[in-house]
């Protein structure tokens, strides 16, 4: 399965935020500027995790994004799928429906193999992603 570039995004910047010391924060452009990611899309993730519950974002002087309790135990299957959406891989129907739709086993079958992808994930929490040697890289993006 491929992740969209969004989903990527998002995991990187929860990932970066994951290694803050607490009481720590930084900026939207910081972490932007760090990742070498666009302003706007950082935002737009950054949006999307403080809707989902897993950034605080807090406006002013001294404001700045932090990770919340949830977001360093969520699961990253959770997060993905939330992310992601819960689209199937294919889609038998469109402009023009597949010819194959009523013999084919191939879409349940890729459910399946989706359900099994995100399962794997799903053990995984965001706080597990960051205490490996990805730490010292992460704090390294200022």
Not at 82 to 90: C, D, I, N, S, W
Not at 91 to 120: D, H, K, M, N
Request: glycine residues 8%; hydrophobic residues 40%.
């Amino acid at each position: 399965m491929r992740l969209t570039k969004f989903t990527d995004l998002a995991l990187r910047v929860t990932m970066r935020l994951a290694v803050l010391e607490p009481g720590a924060s930084l900026t939207t452009r910081q972490v932007a500027d760090a990742m070498a990611i666009p302003y706007n899309h950082t935002a737009k993730a950054i949006a999307r995790l403080q809707h989902l519950g897993v950034v605080e974002a807090r406006r002013g002087r001294g404001g700045g994004l932090e990770l919340t309790d949830f977001g360093r135990t969520a699961s990253i299957g959770w997060l993905v799928r939330e992310l992601e959406g819960e689209e199937e891989v294919v889609t038998c129907e469109g402009e023009i429906p597949c010819p194959l739709r009523a013999v084919c086993s191939l879409r349940g079958a890729l459910r399946v193999a989706q359900q099994a992808f995100y399962a794997s994930l799903d053990p995984i929490t965001v706080d597990q992603l960051t205490s490996s040697s990805s730490r010292p890289v992460l704090l390294s993006l200022s």
